[in-house]
């Protein structure tokens, strides 16, 4: 799997939406900055996977 193609799987769109439940409840309760930092990264790559689906 290369950069230059799009040869990510599909997000199912039952997981999208229970990650971004679990990135924002990251936001509301107290975890450490490790953790937090984790779900900051996953909730890039999940942008990212979702702008270049949307090309």
């Known amino acids: 799997m290369t950069r230059e193609t799009n040869d990510d799987p599909e997000l199912d769109p039952k997981l ?11 936001d509301a309760e107290p975890i ?19 702008k270049s689906r949307a090309k």
């Open 16 to 26: 999208d939406a229970a990650l971004s439940e679990l990135l924002a409840q990251v």
């Open 32 to 50: 450490s900055p490790r953790l937090r930092e984790l779900a900051r990264q996953l909730e890039a790559a999940l942008e990212e996977s979702r």
